[in-house]
């Protein structure tokens, strides 16, 4: 089998060996020219230049002798948007392919749809967790009624991420996992319905690392348990990278008198790096010369003298 690394394939680019070498590719038998030549022409008649069938087919070998593989990669590009999507689809289950899309990828894409995912938003879900695009569409239902059971309603931007940690943790491991950031943050049961609501992924999180963050807010920096609650984006934050060298440049801040009005945490943890660095940063250059230094320092998971307050 001989391919060409440029533009779309062509019939007299195919070369065949008619020997039984021919079938000692990986994955693949006999009778490639009856089987993978014609599936190769179809997917060069779709418009996929010869060097994205070459990775396809090193990646899923025995997966294209089928002939229905032109048709469900054809309909995959399209709801992956992407080619490199679809390829990172394909690393996680080879099998994406092969799976029948009348009975179980579309029937599974309209149950999304049904839910008020806009398409693009299907393909981050499938991206994210591949397995929803293969599963028996039942258990897609199932999963949809888990997820409206944390009381996220369809059509809500966040339903996406509740269909995703359904899906990541099981039906059968919420209430457990409910239970433990309940425990973990101190809430009551208003509370962690509407953190769960408001930030679905917090149940896909392991429990150490909740476990530190709750401890981190609560404990170091003396956030409410309620005040959580309200924003639990804070607990996706990454502890080292986010939460704590900020909450260091903010004490530090306060420490030496260099806010000139009331900056409170969360402001300053939701902040993209450029505003941070240009509102409260860069113009204390003068006054806290190190304190970018210092900053950067703190991201790195160290303590500078500077950010230990009495």
């Known amino acids: 089998m001989k391919l060409d ?27 490639v020219e009856t089987t993978l030549a014609p599936v190769v022409l179809g997917l060069a008649g779709i418009g996929l230049p010869n060097s994205n069938i070459a990775r396809l087919l090193s990646l899923v070998p025995s997966r294209f002798r089928r002939r229905y593989v032109v048709s469900n990669l054809q309909y995959c590009l399209l709801l992956y948007g992407s080619y490199e999507n679809l390829l ?21 894409v309209a149950i999304m749809r049904d839910c008020g995912i806009a398409d693009c938003d299907v393909a981050k879900l499938i991206t994210a967790m591949p ?22 309603s369809p059509g809500s931007p966040m339903f996406r991420h509740a269909l ?3 899906a990541f943790i099981g039906e059968e491991n919420i209430s457990t996992k409910v239970d433990y950031l309940k425990k973990t943050f101190r809430w009551s049961d ?7 609501c408001k930030a679905p992924l917090l149940l896909t999180r392991s429990k150490d690392t ?14 409410e348990p309620a005040y959580i609650a309200h924003r639990p984006v804070m607990i996706s934050l990454s502890l080292q990278g986010r939460l704590r060298p900020r909450y260091y440049v903010l004490k530090f801040l306060k420490e030496k008198g260099l806010l000139h009005h009331n900056l409170c945490y969360y402001t300053i943890v939701k902040m993209t790096e450029k505003v941070l660095m240009e509102k409260h940063i860069s113009p204390r250059s003068e006054a806290a010369p190190h304190l970018a230094q210092d900053y950067a320092a703190a991201c790195r998971g160290e303590v500078p003298a500077r950010f230990v307050f009495a």
């Open 88 to 108: 990172r689809a394909l690393k996680l289950n080879n099998r994406l392919l092969t799976y029948s899309l009348e009975r179980i990828i579309k029937p599974n």
């Open 190 to 196: 208003d509370e962690v319905r509407m953190a769960v």
């Open 131 to 152: 397995t929803m695009l293969t599963i028996n569409p039942e258990r897609v239902r199932v999963l949809v009624a888990c997820a409206q059971g944390l009381g996220v």
């Open 210 to 223: 909740l476990q530190s963050k709750s401890e981190f807010l609560i404990s170091q920096v003396g956030l």
């Open 5 to 31: 690394d440029g533009g779309p394939l062509r019939s007299t680019s195919i070369y065949v060996p008619h020997t039984p070498a021919a079938g000692s590719l990986t994955g693949i038998g006999p009778g």
């Open 164 to 166: 995703h940690a359904v």
